[in-house]
């Protein structure tokens, strides 16, 4: 194959299929997007929820993740705690934002931290017991923790490959309901960076359909919430 | 005025909220030929509550038959027969949750097949002036207690149309919960199909089978006497099945059971 | 560059292979029609079983989360409306989408069928060198029959997903859009795993229990070794976000990020109605898709990527979008609403035919609801598999119910069989008995429901034959139409008076 075939003949099936598209639609007279099809739904709208942190951190532990609220000086301990907790003593890789305060408790606690600054290769990822990063949110009705890869979270592979993940929220970064979480990290998006959404440790449901926790993702989820309210 | 003597059952005390109405009796084609005493039974329940109830004789059937199996254009005669039929009538009942479907959904989309307008409006507003009887009974009538006495066990399946296309919801047992000396047990998977759906039982015979005898095994589940649906249809089908297993639970028309009074 | 592929020859009917071989070619060529089919399903006791169990707990699940959601029926309302626009306003979209996909180094591809879909990623993948490559779970290529064509090119397509793994390894076909091995139990699964992972890499542990952790387990050993090897990946899409020029993955277990994470390139095949208008309306589909598919609150995790990000993922990538059909569908005005489907196969879950059929009696990657109401519009309704599609359904309804899209499904399926009904009256192609049987007998009904008269002197008959049978039901009679009845059900001989006899009688005896 040539780049110059390849061209010709994404133009021609292009052209073809636009047109296609337009044929097929000629009954449709209005093409204003707006009033040829109305949406009535209110974009960016939470639920109404009495205790938002405390029903994310029930619905966080329904996926079977473990998770514990701090104040925020107690959070180099727990992020070490974390570690142990799931089995991590030896090697824990962290993105290069990572809050130098809780990078230092790790060193103490005799872990070898791995920055991924410059990246380190898949198979070290993969020899590295843990990865340990902040958030960008976190959606109390869905026990969702969504993560758009800043310095403090890193590139989308730290948090896949290592086998136990351990996350810090801050309280003040829980919203009610995905709505409120997709406006939050939409400037992240629209500068490129990827999104990942983590709801409990990697699952199938794929044998009889019973939940299987852990599969190719991290099989531990390890979160810690910073009482900063 | 005559002062009416303390009542010995509840049918003479029957109020009579159909006093002075007149209504289009929509028998449907399989209960007129198979199963008379279901229409039977209608009148039965509608004079009681004072209706005047009218059979036109041009009517035929709702054309689920035809319409179900693809062939709209077969299926337009059974519409202007229906149109002819009912015409002029405030209130037409069928005791079928399909065939009310049939008419009140499908008529109007195979009227618009025939692009003659004048038709159009004419079914659109006859096809919408049809109840299914528990229909007619609570949101017409306004009657839930029809004075009914069925000393049986009795399972209740909420046939797919009345309960999907209709949206019957508790109507037809809040129909039943009043029936005297009656026990109704609830249906395990009450909400599956039996596996008739109209030509699908011949088009698809092994997998109806396999449907209608799921169905089967959950009314015998029950220990009931009888199995009551809206649609004699599904009964058949249902009926059928418990039959060939010899099962000896029977298959009845809800309003066969709303008809029955102590008297009876 | 290349790994050392084996050719495998065990369980592939005497081919070498790279990969499994799928029964019967894996694509649905010349089987037959779903009543036929269906007979053969039916008698898979363990299959059966399976689905009931397992169709089950997926309905009870996702009624469960449904209950939970406070405004679950404005959300479907907005879904529905959001895909029309999108739907209703393809060409601008796509342009849109084209444009931001571009803008964000995407190479965009057209393909208007599924074999020029095919070439191009076989074309992309040997661009690169490679002789395999990882692949998310997509219907999109199994439509297409991606990974058969890759095997012919010499490239092996490795499923990562747990499904499609016991799928690829059982030499199977999906049955399912979801959970494509949902017809197999733990048992089942074992024995695959022990029998086939040796010949395609990393073998299942020796010792490896039914339990499923341990499978999961298994599975995630056999396939770690190919995530990070693997220089290619191959997904499809479940939104396609026209603002940002972002792709979007839902999924479980994580191979999906791996794929889109590790590899050096990666070939995204989305249809063209894949396509959400804005990042905003990623709120309304989030909150949908998750608890009509698995009855998750949120599925373990969800992907969104706008392009090439330096030093993060593929720092290559392409995305195809294909039509293979869906112009058509976009053609009809009634039909066209299916084009709304987020294939979370909730129809499919709730379906009593699905349920016991099985996903392979269908004829289609596409089966039950949504399946019987997509296919005859993206293949045409030529072929008698695709003209039996719309009638394996006996119109219940409770898809109508759970659709999160508010697809009327059973509406397009009636529509269908219209289109059905037309072609087989225009062409002489169902020439079967049956279809005769049956032309005549509609032509028939017309002609008796269309007149009183005609209908009374029909009864007339009936009526003769309930004096002959008086009181009998009918046992097992070899009488065609009848016979598939009477086959498992009695009859009642019909009564000796009909209705309109008796009303005839009783009003003039008056009262």
Known sequence: MTAQTMTERDAEARAEILARVRQATTDITDKNLESDTPIKWEYGRGIEMDDV?????????????????????????AVVDGLKATGADASAVVPAGLDAAWVDAIRAAGIEVRVDDPALSKEVLNDTQAVVTAAACGVADTGTIVLDHLADQGRRAITLVPDRHVCVVLASQVVSDVPEAVQIVKPAVLEGHPLTWISGGSATSDIELSRVDGVHGPRQLYVVVIDDI | MTT????????????????????????????????????????????????????????????????????????IPAVKQYVKAFSGYDYVVAPSGSCTGAVRDQHPMLARETGDQGFIREVDDVSQKLYDLPEFLIDVLGVEDLGAYFPHRVTYHPSCHGRRFLKLGDKPARLLSHVKGMTLVPLPMEEQCCGFGGTFCVKNP????????????????????????????????????????????KAIHLAEILANTEED | MGTELRRI???NHGVARLTPAPDNGGTFLGMPKFQKAVKTELELSVQRKNMRNATTTIRNKRALRVSESPDWEDVREAAAEIKNRVARHLDHYLEEAEKSLTARGVHVHWARDGQEANQIVAEIAKAKGVDEVVKIKSITTQETDLNEYLEEQGIAAWETDLAELIVQLGHDRPSHIVVPAIHRNRAEV?????????????????????????????????????????????SGGNFVLADTGSLVIVESEGNGRMCLTLPDTLISMVGIEKILPSIDDLEVFLKLLPRSATGERMNPYNSVWSGVTEGDGPQEQHVIFMDNGRTNVLADPVGREVLRCIRCASCINTCPVYERAGGHAYGSVYPGPIGISLTPQLRGVDDPVDRAMPYACSLCGACNEVCPVKIPLTDIILHLRHRV????????????????????????????????????????????????????????????????????????????QTFRAWWKKNQKEGK
């Open chain 1, 53 to 77: 942190v405390g029903t994310f951190v029930q619905k966080v532990i329904d996926y079977s993740a473990t998770v514990v609220r701090v104040a925020p000086q107690d959070v180099p301990a």
């Open chain 3, 421 to 496: 009904a037309q072609a087989e009256k225009a062409d002489r192609f169902g020439e079967d008995a049956e279809g005769t049987v049956e032309r005549n007998l509609m032509k028939t009904a017309g002609w008796v429901l269309g007149d009183a008269k005609h209908f009374e002197a029909v009864q007339a008959a009936t009526r003769s034959a309930g004096w002959a049978l008086k009181g009998k039901p009918l046992g097992p009679i070899p009488v065609p139409i009848a016979e598939r009845w009477l086959k498992y059900r009695d009859v009642q001989a019909p009564p000796t």
């Open chain 2, 4 to 75: 009416i003597p303390a009542a010995e059952s509840s049918t003479a005390t029957l109020a009579k909220p159909g006093g002075g109405m007149t209504v289009g009796l929509f028998i449907t084609c399989i209960n007129d030929v198979m199963f008379p005493q279901t229409g039977q039974a209608v009148v039965k329940i509608l004079e009681r509550l004072g209706c005047t109830v009218e059979f036109p004789r041009a009517q035929t059937c709702c054309g689920q038959m035809t319409t179900n199996s693809g062939y709209f254009e077969e299926s």
């Open chain 3, 9 to 11: 020859t065990e369980g």
């Open chain 2, 206 to 249: 092994d997998m109806s089978a396999a449907m209608a005898a799921d169905k089967a095994r959950h009314i015998r589940e029950t220990d009931a006497e009888y199995v009551v649906a809206g649609d004699n249809s599904c009964l058949m089908n249902i009926g059928g099945v418990l039959s060939r297993q010899n099962s000896g639970v």
């Open chain 3, 190 to 234: 074992r024995e695959i795993f022990l029998r086939e992972m040796k010949n395609y890499g990393r073998p299942a542990p020796e010792d490896v229990s039914e339990n499923p952790p341990e499978l999961a387990n298994a599975a995630r050993l056999h396939l770690r070794e190919k995530f990070l090897r693997a220089k290619v990946a191959v």
